[in-house]
């Protein structure tokens, strides 16, 4: 008699199992456990007169540029050698609408100093890479976004009570990435301090837990990834004090390619892709779910 109720659960078990593998076999689990959304590639894209679509699809991929340090946004796993983030994701469904699936994009890690260089070379097709849109950069390149506002922050030892805001690192070693907004805007708070500076915010994370520099400077959402890669030691003050509208860094001289990405980008928030990318990325790192900003460019 109890043989019977066994199986009948071993066989519900399987079922279920069953169930949830196929689930997984149509969407990519994150290594955080959670689905990514899969993007439906087109098979009928067309822009009309891009040079840049012309030339990735003669090559047959498309050439994205993105960062290889930045837990929860871009991020190179050499284990797998895959990358994972929200900005990848954007990349992905914007190449999606262009038609190119995931097997057709090929990352190059850019840092930030290297991103208008890497743009106007035609180095890349395009970049996401917490790159925020300003009118210094719109001289060199063009946007498509905002897709996500950060604001720049600092990140800190656990125990250090004393940082407060930006004010309150005036005279100590803070560090940042080269060329990054971040440079800019922590000295204008602290004119005298010198900023150590690297090419990755990676590189800087690990001055701080060595106690070589006093906080790390740059996007919240760039922080908070660090912080939560290096819970119990490591927290973001959570003062922001810029606005950073990240946007698709794109060439300059290739309008229609620029109004084609824009609208992928569109698409895929208005489809809920942008917040089912953002639950199963940057949503883990305690990030709390934005509303979607507004295109503007
Ligand atoms: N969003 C800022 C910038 O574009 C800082 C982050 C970064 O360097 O990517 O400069």
Known sequence: MKTRPVIAATLS????????????????????????????????????????????????????????????????????????????????????????????IEFKTIVSANRETAIMGGQIDYYVGTYTINDTRKQKVSFAGPYYVAGQDLLVLKDKAEYTGPESVKGKKVCSATGSTSVKKIEEYAP???????????????????????????????????????????????KTFSKEPYGIGLAKDDAAFQTAVAAALKAHEDNGDWKKAYDATLGLSGAAAPEIPALTN
Do not use: H, W
Request: with cysteine.
């Open 13 to 104: 078990v399987l079922a279920l199992t069953a169930v949830a593998a196929c689930g997984k076999e149509a969407a990519p689990v994150a290594d955080t456990g959670v689905a990514l959304p899969t993007y439906t590639v087109k098979t009928d894209a067309k822009v009309e007169g891009s040079k840049t679509l012309e030339a990735a699809k003669k090559r047959g991929k498309l050439i994205v540029g993105a960062k290889a340090d930045q837990p929860f946004l871009g991020f190179e796993n050499v284990t797998t050698s895959t990358r994972e983030g929200f900005d990848i994701e954007i990349a992905k469904m914007i190449a999606a609408d262009l038609g190119f699936g995931p097997d057709k």
């Open 192 to 238: 005298v301090m010198p900023v150590t500076q690297y090419d990755t915010y990676a590189q800087c994370v690990d001055k701080l837990l060595t106690g070589e520099i006093d906080a790390v400077t740059t996007d919240d959402a760039i922080l908070k990834g660090f912080a939560a890669k290096n819970a119990g030691k490591l927290k973001v003050v959570g």
